[in-house]
Structure formats: structure tokens, C-alpha cells
């Protein structure tokens, strides 16, 4: 009998990259997606632990699966992710009726213990402390036929105060240049118009097989892949971003003039006690470097209100760089304690009705600011790569929606002299913007032009790619040359 299987992914877009590895290995052993996610035979949950909540999340899923595995006790549960690379046995104690928990170093042995558990009727709980294969080389089921994440690295050298990641994801592990292009050329080849390079610090990659300026170069050579359109990155890290970066930015056509760079806090006194080794000025100009290189170039941040020892005068310092900085849009969080963190430690702690009243004066800055860079788009011609699922397609206005070169969100309408057919996810259109909103743009008038692509027509047709990440046999941990010390700070994905 044909097993289905269902995978719930949280946090970032590492878990996202890496469920697809999930889903490409289940289907590999011989599973399909389930169509109705109440029946699927296996549901893996692929957990977060970066906020507060995030146990709450967890043990709330499985609580509302426990009456499905009671009528179906040939189903199974498996947990994954950094939730159970921290908690380990202690989901299992907590939920018994889980069956497999597998860590982030050894996303590849989800099938064998799913057959162990069936076999010897037992949960199986197996955590590697380091990554036995990078997640990359495992087959893959795709969720998009136009846009693939290919991960550069995995874990991070850095130690913010207030992040768990490093000691869930370990430190940063590198894949060779060549394996990163190969895996970006046959996406390519299977009709991708556009990539994400992965990791949780992009731009310290290369630091493993010591080449300072192993991003750059990586980003220049993307630039020569045929049929490779956008090429976009996350996250970079402040602290080790350099010129070279913005070099292979501004003189590579097919990559995006866009930029993630996690601000975190505007207060140096806060970075300083968060451990991200860059101040506000450092910050501010590298934004301004980008900026004279790209003048078109949408910067958006992460940003962290509440982070203990907080005063007024280090929220005003951030709203003074939010004021400055001028972000396309921004992922604003409450600082939330993470249990293993020295931040959860540490005294100060700001009370939740302080930080949740400057996280409002935050978000109410940034979506002015948000809206106004938008106004400044009106009437502006964009280049959409047009999108399934994404934003709304409306039944009153007939809009689909579409990502700019510089990851905007437009909703437009998809009608005109241009239109070939019909517009469909994965094609190419160009239109002219007609109205503004604080978190997406409008195009209201015909196309400018259609383009159907190869990926417009694997969406149509519901094929996805299935690359995975091709290994060359080259010594991917191979012991590289003493790589320079780990710089300090990043950010989560
Ligand atoms: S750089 Fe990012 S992933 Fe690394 S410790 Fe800092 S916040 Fe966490």
C-alpha cells in the first residue's frame, strides 16, 4: 500500500530548503504527498526553536494529532528541525505517541527510522551532534517550478546573545563554489528562472576552505549561467560584508538589486551587549555603498525591540537608524527569551508591555517609511516574475501577483494585446505600476509584455523540479587551509 505523507514546516527558510529534502527522500522511498492532510499515513513536523513559543507550537500539533494516531494506529509522527535538535528524547517523554525524532545533522535517516519504529514498534530517537550529509546532496521534492533555494552553507560561526542557532545548527560548514553552481546550472536546465543562495551567513561563506572572497566571486559566476534570470541571496551578515560583495551586486545583470541585512538594534550600546560586532555607522554605510552602486536597490532588515537593558534613549537610537535607513520593509520581533541563550540570562529584562508599546511605535515608523519608498515606484515600468499562490488572485479584480527584481510584491492585472494565451505562475510580464500600499504595489493597466517561459509551463503541468544538490566527489569537509578566525554577529534566516 502506497504511504502519504504530509510535512509541516516553521521558522526559516533553512527548514523550508530542508523539507524539501524531506519530501524528495519520502518520495524516494516509494511515499506520495497526501492530497488530504487529515489521512496522510506520516506527518513530520519540521520545528523552529528561535522564539519563545515555539514549544507551545509544537506540542500543540502533536496534541491535535494524538486522536488521528489513536483511529489509525498504523500512522506515524516524526519531528524534526532545531526544536528537536534541542529538546531530543524529551518529545518523546512528553508525546510517546511520536514516533521518530531526528535532529538537523541528520535530516537524510528520516526513512530508515520510520521503518526501524514500524519494525521494532518503537520510538526512535536518533541527534547527531555534527552533520553527517549535507542536506544539499539528498533528493529533493521542490515546492516552486521557477524559483529554488540552493543553500551555500550550513550552521554559523557567530554567537549573537540572543540566538540558539549555532548550538542547534553548529558551526558553519561551507559547500565547494562547484557543487553550489552545478546544483544551480540543473535547476537551471529544469526550467528555474530564478535562485536563493542559503545560509545563515552568506557572506562569510567561503571562510571554511579560507577564501575571503569566495561570496563575491560565487555571485559573479552566477552571472554566467544561460537561463538563469534572478539571483538573490540571505542572509548576509553586516559585520562581514564587504565591497567586493556590492561589486559582484551592481556588475552582475542577472542579480537582484536587493538586499536582507539584519539590523537587529540602531543602539551600539544594545549590538554590543547582543554581540554583533558592527555598530549603527558601520551599518548605515554599507547601506550607502549599496545605494551609490544601486541607486534602485530595495534594502529590507530584521530588527529585535525589547532586547534586555533596552532603554527609551536605545529605542529612540533605532527608530533615528529606521528613520535613516530608508528599508523597503523590515520583520520587526519582540524580543523573545530563548532558554540557552546567555540573552535569557541576562538582567533587564524589559517588561512586555514596554516592549510591546515601542514595537508598535517601530511598526508604525517603518510601514510610513514602507509606503512612501512605494509611492516612489508609481508609475514606474517592473519586470514580474508572476507567482503561485503568493499575495491574491482575486475574483472581483481578476489580479495575479508577481515579485519585482527588487522583491516587491504587484498585484496586476493580467490582460492586454500583450498577453499571450493565458499568464501563468513562472512566466515574465512587465507593467507599469499604478498604485502604492504600505506592503505591496498595484499595476492596474495591460501588460506591457508577456513572456511564457519553460517554468510557466511546468507550473501549468504541476511538475516541480527535482534536482538535488549534486556532490563532485570533492572532499566537501576536506581539512582546507587554516581558515582565518570566525568573525563575530549574523542573523537568523
Ligand atoms: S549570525 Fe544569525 S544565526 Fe548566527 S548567531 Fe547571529 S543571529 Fe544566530
Given at each position: 500500500m502506497t504511504?502519504?505523507?504530509?510535512?509541516?514546516?516553521?521558522?526559516?527558510?533553512?527548514?523550508?530548503?530542508?523539507?524539501?529534502?524531506?519530501?524528495?527522500?519520502?518520495?524516494?522511498?516509494?511515499?506520495?504527498?497526501?492530497?488530504?492532510?487529515?489521512?496522510?499515513?506520516?506527518?513530520?513536523?519540521?520545528?523552529?526553536?528561535?522564539?519563545?513559543?515555539?514549544?507551545?507550537?509544537?506540542?500543540?500539533?502533536?496534541?491535535?494529532?494524538?486522536?488521528?494516531?489513536?483511529?489509525?494506529?498504523?500512522?506515524?509522527?516524526?519531528?524534526?528541525?532545531?526544536?528537536?535538535?534541542?529538546?531530543?528524547?524529551?518529545?518523546v517523554k512528553r508525546a510517546p505517541w511520536v514516533d521518530v525524532v531526528f535532529g538537523t545533522h541528520n535530516i537524510g535517516s528520516l526513512p530508515t527510522l520510520l521503518e526501524r519504529a514500524r519494525h521494532n514498534a518503537e520510538a526512535q530517537v536518533e541527534i547527531l551532534e555534527s552533520?553527517?550529509?549535507?542536506?544539499?546532496?539528498?533528493?529533493?521534492?521542490?515546492?516552486?517550478?521557477?524559483?529554488?533555494?540552493?543553500?551555500?552553507?550550513?550552521?554559523?560561526?557567530?554567537?549573537?546573545?540572543?540566538?540558539?542557532?549555532?548550538?542547534?545548527?553548529?558551526?558553519?560548514?561551507?559547500?565547494?563554489?562547484?557543487?553550489?553552481?552545478?546544483?544551480?546550472?540543473?535547476?537551471?536546465?529544469?526550467?528555474?528562472?530564478?535562485?536563493?543562495?542559503?545560509?545563515?551567513?552568506?557572506?562569510?561563506?567561503?571562510v571554511e576552505f579560507g577564501d575571503r572572497l569566495a561570496f563575491g566571486k560565487l555571485l559573479r559566476s552566477c552571472g554566467s549561467i544561460d537561463g538563469l534570470e534572478r539571483v538573490r541571496f540571505t542572509s548576509p551578515h553586516p559585520a562581514a560584508f564587504t565591497d567586493d560583495v556590492i561589486d559582484a551586486m551592481a556588475e552582475t545583470p542577472n542579480v537582484c538589486h536587493q538586499l536582507h541585512m539584519p539590523l537587529q538594534s540602531g543602539s551600539d550600546r544594545v549590538l554590543k551587549d547582543m554581540r554583533r560586532s558592527y555598530r549603527s555607522s558601520r551599518f548605515l554605510s554599507i547601506l550607502d555603498k549599496v545605494r551609490d552602486a544601486m541607486p534602485d536597490a530595495a534594502i529590507t532588515t530584521d530588527i529585535i525591540v525589547g532586547f534586555p537593558g533596552e532603554t527609551e534613549?536605545?529605542?529612540?537610537?533605532?527608530?533615528?537608524?529606521?528613520?535613516?535607513?530608508?528599508?523597503?520593509?523590515?520583520?520587526?520581533?519582540?524580543?523573545?527569551?530563548?532558554?540557552?541563550?546567555?540573552?535569557?540570562?541576562?538582567?533587564?529584562?524589559?517588561?512586555?508591555?514596554?516592549?510591546?508599546?515601542?514595537?508598535?511605535?517601530?511598526?508604525?515608523?517603518?510601514?510610513?517609511?514602507?509606503?512612501?519608498?512605494?509611492?516612489?515606484?508609481v508609475g514606474r515600468k517592473v519586470e514580474l516574475l508572476v507567482a503561485a499562490g503568493e499575495g491574491r488572485k482575486d475574483a472581483e479584480t481578476h489580479r495575479m501577483s508577481g515579485r519585482a527584481r527588487d522583491g516587491r510584491l504587484v498585484h496586476f492585472t493580467p490582460e492586454g494585446a500583450a498577453v499571450d494565451r493565458r499568464v501563468r505562475p513562472g512566466d515574465v510580464?512587465?507593467?507599469?505600476?499604478?498604485?502604492?500600499?504600505?506592503?505591496?504595489?498595484?499595476?492596474?493597466?495591460?501588460?506591457?509584455?508577456h513572456r511564457r517561459t519553460t517554468a510557466g509551463d511546468n507550473a501549468e503541468a504541476g511538475q516541480r523540479p527535482t534536482t538535488n544538490g549534486v556532490s563532485l566527489g570533492l572532499p566537501s569537509f576536506g581539512t582546507p587551509p587554516q581558515a582565518p578566525a570566525p568573525t563575530q554577529g549574523g542573523c537568523s534566516l
Open positions: 504511504r502519504t505523507y504530509q510535512i509541516r514546516t516553521f521558522g526559516c527558510q533553512m527548514n523550508v530548503h530542508d523539507s524539501e529534502r524531506l519530501a524528495g527522500q519520502l518520495e524516494s522511498a516509494g511515499y506520495v504527498a497526501a492530497e488530504d492532510s487529515d489521512a496522510a499515513d506520516l506527518v513530520v513536523l519540521n520545528t523552529c526553536a528561535v522564539r519563545e513559543n515555539a514549544d507551545n507550537k509544537l506540542y500543540g500539533h502533536l496534541g491535535h494529532l494524538r486522536p488521528s494516531k489513536t483511529d489509525r494506529p498504523g500512522m506515524q509522527i516524526a519531528v524534526g528541525g532545531c526544536l528537536a535538535q534541542k529538546d531530543r528524547g524529551e518529545i552533520l553527517e550529509t549535507f542536506p544539499s546532496t539528498l533528493p529533493a521534492r521542490r515546492e516552486s517550478a521557477y524559483s529554488g533555494w540552493v543553500s551555500v552553507s550550513v550552521g554559523c560561526n557567530n554567537t549573537c546573545t540572543f540566538c540558539i542557532v549555532p548550538s542547534l545548527r553548529g558551526k558553519e560548514r561551507d559547500r565547494r563554489p562547484g557543487e553550489v553552481l552545478a546544483e544551480v546550472e540543473a535547476l537551471v536546465a529544469e526550467g528555474v528562472l530564478e535562485v536563493t543562495l542559503l545560509g545563515q551567513n552568506v557572506n562569510s561563506y567561503g534613549e536605545d529605542f529612540e537610537a533605532t527608530l533615528e537608524v529606521v528613520r535613516q535607513a530608508r528599508f523597503s520593509s523590515a520583520f520587526t520581533f519582540q524580543y523573545s527569551k530563548r532558554p540557552g541563550t546567555p540573552a535569557a540570562d541576562m538582567e533587564g529584562q524589559v517588561p512586555k508591555e514596554v516592549v510591546r508599546e515601542r514595537y508598535d511605535r517601530l511598526v508604525d515608523l517603518q510601514n510610513e517609511i514602507a509606503w512612501q519608498e512605494n509611492k516612489l515606484i510580464v512587465e507593467t507599469t505600476v499604478t498604485y502604492a500600499a504600505p506592503h505591496h504595489l498595484v499595476a492596474d493597466g495591460d501588460l506591457l509584455s
